[in-house]
């Protein structure tokens, strides 16, 4: 019995939006239509769906993909572990847009290794900045978009986070451990869980040669004052999302201003820091623009 794109997305963990995007952008996979004009697919599309979003999620070009037959796309990634054959670079032929469908189907299939595999190689294809603008954030942004629509569950979503946490941390820490320029300690407000846009951060400020101290989530303001003390902080950095309580984020950040050194930068960011100049004293940073600048012309950062 023919499936329905929902039956089909259902059966191979890649969503129903992916696979019209699919359709539409590359052909692929063809629909029959029903009398009343529905999609429907045939069931052997489904082993050929699974293959060709891992390799999709692999960096592979979606059009070469949808002209490759199972048995070509299965020798791909032998047992379910991804490889790369292809020795000429991968293109998004969409801008990041491919690639990020794919890694949502990698990350509703719960394929780490697939994940990470593909990251790197965006990362390496990209350069740090374009990946982290043009791949991570986006990458985020759509794995919420997935979770609110109902085509990731929670635990996907902090899976895919979880996963791109490592990859930053990667990036971050060793640049981190070499450089000789100002400390950054960057943490969270009680309260707030979400943490990535601060790893996104901390890896364009290592990248210009900042000291990172990374505290995590949920900092109370006496332990993030008594760090920037200790370590003669240039800067403090905060993250706040679009979930946190506004009304006592700024009064946390009010708080936070007075008790550090006049010294130290509090540098606050993220979606929900909009409009929060006034309480942090200095600009906010509600997206990457400029941020990257901001930090390598610092003139602690040359010195
Ligand atoms: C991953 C994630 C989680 C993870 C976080 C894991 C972690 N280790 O960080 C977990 C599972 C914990 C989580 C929990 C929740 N989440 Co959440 N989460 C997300 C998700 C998918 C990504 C968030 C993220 O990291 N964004 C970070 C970056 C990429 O985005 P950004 O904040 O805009 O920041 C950018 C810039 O501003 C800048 N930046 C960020 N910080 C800083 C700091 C400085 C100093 C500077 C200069 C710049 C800067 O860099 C970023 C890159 O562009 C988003 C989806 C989304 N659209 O963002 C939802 C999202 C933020 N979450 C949401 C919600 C509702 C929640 C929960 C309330 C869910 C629940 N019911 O429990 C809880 C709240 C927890 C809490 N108390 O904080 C909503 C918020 C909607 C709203 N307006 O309220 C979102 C938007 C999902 C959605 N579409 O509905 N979440």
Redesign the pocket.
């Known amino acids: 019995m023919n499936l329905s794109i929902g039956a089909l997305a259902a059966a191979t963990g890649v969503p129903a939006t992916t696979l019209r995007n699919w359709e539409r952008r590359y052909g692929f996979p063809r629909a029959l239509r029903t009398a009343g004009g529905q999609r429907e697919y045939a069931p052997d599309v489904v082993a050929w769906v699974q293959a060709a979003a891992r390799a999709i999620a692999l960096g592979h070009r979606p059009s070469q993909v949808g002209r490759a037959s199972l048995a070509e796309l299965e020798a791909l990634h032998p047992r379910g572990v991804l490889k790369v054959l292809s020795a000429e670079p991968a293109q998004a032929e969409s801008g990041s847009g491919a690639a990020i469908d794919a890694w949502l189907v990698a990350a509703g299939a719960l394929d780490g290794a697939g994940l990470e595999a593909a990251f790197r190689q965006a990362l390496q294809r990209e350069g740090l900045s374009a990946f982290l603008?043009s791949y991570?954030?986006p990458f985020?942004?759509a794995?919420?978009?997935s979770?609110?629509k109902g085509e990731l569950q929670?635990f996907h979503?902090?899976f895919a986070?979880?996963r791109l946490?490592d990859l930053l941390v990667s990036i971050w820490s060793p640049r981190s451990a070499v450089n000789h320029g100002p400390v950054a300690v960057c943490a969270t407000l009680p309260?707030?869980?979400?943490?990535?846009?601060?790893h996104?951060?901390a890896c364009f400020a290592a990248d210009a040669g900042w000291n990172i101290l990374f505290l995590g989530?949920e900092m109370p303001l006496p332990d993030i004052d008594a760090c920037a003390r200790q370590s003669d902080a240039h800067a403090v950095?905060?993250?706040?999302?679009?979930?946190?309580n506004r009304v006592q984020t700024l009064w946390e950040l009010e708080l936070l201003r007075a008790r550090l050194p006049r010294s130290t930068r509090l540098?606050?960011?993220?979606?929900?820091?909009v409009g929060m100049e006034q309480a942090a004293g200095e600009a906010v940073?509600?997206?990457?623009d400029g941020?990257e600048a901001a930090f390598a012309t610092s003139e602690a950062a040359r010195a």
Do not use: F, M, N
Not at 191 to 196: D, F, T, V
Not at 237 to 244: C, M, R
């Open positions: 603008r991570a954030a985020l942004a794995v919420g978009d979770w609110r929670a979503e902090h986070s979880e946490r309260g707030e869980r979400h943490a990535l846009g601060l996104i951060v989530t950095l905060i993250s706040v999302s679009a979930s946190a540098i606050v960011g993220g979606a929900g820091a940073w509600p997206h990457l941020l």
